[in-house]
């Protein structure tokens, strides 16, 4: 493996690095703390228009649909860099969950349903959202849920209830994940089926509250009731009974993004309890980072950011030689791995700050709020570890199926 930075992408990593530090985390104030996402965007609205003329607009699609062409490993190292504030990806264009419904739209969008979805996101005029987990039903076993679209003459009608549907106050369409096989095999029931926000029918009911925020915009996650919204038959993205393949492809690469941007968060929260460490004077001529604790905090969250740096950047290699399935427990394991790197050094460096840690004048606290939903979403921790578990399992011989503690030997019953 060769972890050299390759020197083509060396300037673009540069630049990003300067914009970021010099015009996006600046930026970022106007959503912290008592700000909102609607102070921020015309801000936010500048900064995308100047990367657009820079050159750094979409760094993760290919060329032909206006983007940087980068590969997997390309873009995790800007991501990286992105991940340094929270809108960071978001001026970039390669904000979730916009950039995974981009990229199903390009893999399995018509010309028409491109024309009319997909090119207004990638142009940055409009934003999208992607609705398939349920308050009644668990998200973690995907194939069960209550969302239905029947079909009516040359019409999908939905019908069911969303939640945690991010960035879907002000989005203009949703992906909606619902049943429309019912009676096929459990993972060939559901399609994906596009949903105007303006649709009759399509009701946000909330902007959830996630640790007394319940944001706004693109920073938000909504609970949504589809009741009966009618939308053409061309409304379906993909082949009918095809939403978990589609949700499959969307789901692998986002995961190595997630964590590609999490890194960025370690680096940067890492740097900032070093330097409070280095500051923060405790009496006369001595500093926080005198005391050995204080040591073993950077320490420690230096190995651990830099192993799981490897780790990502393995996975993505891994991929980039292979494919999505070959590396299953890769992707699983730095999943559950980083973000519980993430968390520490997020929480290591709020005990250094001490209560100005807890305070919205730093970016911590919104990252301590925002980042814990990173253990529960694309795939909750526990699931994460059972897929690894079961690769080596398996490779001992041992299959087992289900979460249940069902077992079966290979070859046997
Ligand atoms: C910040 C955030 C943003 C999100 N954005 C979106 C979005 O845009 N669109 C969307 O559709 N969804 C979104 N989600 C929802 C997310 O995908 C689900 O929360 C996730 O799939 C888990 O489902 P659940 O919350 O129903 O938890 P449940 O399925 O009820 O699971 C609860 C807990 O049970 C444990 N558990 C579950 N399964 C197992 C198992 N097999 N073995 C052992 N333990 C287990 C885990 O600890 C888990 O946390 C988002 C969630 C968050 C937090």
Redesign the pocket.
Known sequence: MDFAIPETLRPLLERARRFVDDHVIPAERELLGGGSFAAAEPTLRELRARVQAEGMWLPQLPREWGGLGLGLLEHGLLSEVLGRSPVGHYVFGCQ??DAGNMEILIHFGTPAQQDRWLKPLLRGEQRS???????E??????VWLGTTARRDGDEWVVDGR???????DGAAFAIV?AVTKPDAAPHLRASMVIVPADTPGFERVRNIS?MGEPGDGWAS?SEIAYRGCRVPADHLLGADGAGFLIAQARLGPGRIHHCMRWLGICERAFELMVQRAATRELGPDYVLGQKQTVQNWIADARAQIDAAKLLVLRTAWLIERSDMRQAKAEISAIKFFVADVMLQTIDRAIQTHGALGITDDTVLAWWYR??????????????H??VVAKEHLARAGLRVR??DGGRRREGGE
Do not use: L
């Open positions: 979730a969950p959202c992607f609705s398939m987990t349920e308050p039903q668990a998200g973690s076993n995907p969303k939640w945690f549907t991010t960035g879907a994940m996630i996650h925002h980042e814990r939903g990173a253990r529960i979403y694309d795939g909750p921790d526990e699931v570890r059972a289900g979460s």
